[in-house]
T-cell receptor, first 112, second 115 residues
């Protein structure tokens, strides 16, 4: 079956540091890949997505590239802010299926 | 416009009682999803509806869990004879239609605590 593995958190960074959150996946077909973010006290929001190999999703300074050869979709940001503190979820949606398979989430804590 | 809403926001119940959780999707969204977020397990899919029918119930953890959707809108997730392991945040999402092209919009969740 499908699965998503994320690095465990919390990830603790100082403001303006570089961020990488690793995500790898297992799927039988050709999935679409997503990063969702959950800010404290709020619901999940779609951050970015990529639907085919070598696609790069980007939003709010965050980027992730769909790497089929390494089955990865790592999230990066060049300079994090305190307001980026949240839980980040990597997810996949396999073609022909409507449901999302999520990783366990990675908490990011950014200090001033 | 209004987003996905869920009620109640918090529910504390005694072991063995039944609970009902409600989800109001975004108006016009035909697909509706239920997920469960629990410590150590992350987000797990439970069931999804396209219109009033549920093509995929594969995530329901036991026959104590059931869900229905009426009028292609509101959905109710029912947990019978609750157990402590049912304690979690139950999330609802909706999308314009089912399929990978349609973004799922999530509600704030219902936090269920079984004592």
């Amino acid at each position: 079956g499908n699965s998503v593995t994320q690095m465990e958190g919390p990830v603790t960074l100082s403001e303006e540091a570089f961020l990488t959150i690793n995500c790898t996946y297992t799927a039988t077909g050709y999935p679409s890949l997503f990063w969702y973010v959950q800010y404290p006290g709020e619901g999940l929001q779609l951050l970015l997505k990529a639907t085919k190999a070598d696609d790069k999703g980007s939003n709010k300074g965050f980027e992730a590239t769909y790497r089929k050869e390494t089955t990865s979709f790592h999230l990066e940001k060049g300079s994090v802010q305190v307001s980026d503190s949240a839980v980040y979820f990597c997810a996949l949606n396999e073609a022909g299926y409507s449901t999302l398979t999520f990783g366990k989430g990675t908490m990011l804590l950014v200090s001033p | 416009g209004a987003g996905v809403s869920q009620s109640p926001s918090n529910k504390v119940t005694e072991k063995g009682k039944d609970v009902e959780l409600r989800c109001d999707p975004i108006s016009g969204h035909t697909a509706l999803y239920w997920y469960r977020q629990s410590l150590g397990q992350g987000l797990e899919f439970l069931i999804y509806f396209q219109g009033n029918s549920a093509p995929d119930k594969s995530g329901l953890p036991s026959d104590r869990f059931s869900a229905e959707r009426t009028g292609g809108s509101v959905s109710t997730l029912t947990i019978q004879r609750t157990q402590q392991e049912d304690s979690a945040v139950y999330l609802c999402a909706s999308s314009l239609s089912s399929g990978v092209s349609y973004e799922q919009y999530f509600g704030p969740g219902t936090r269920l605590t079984v004592t």
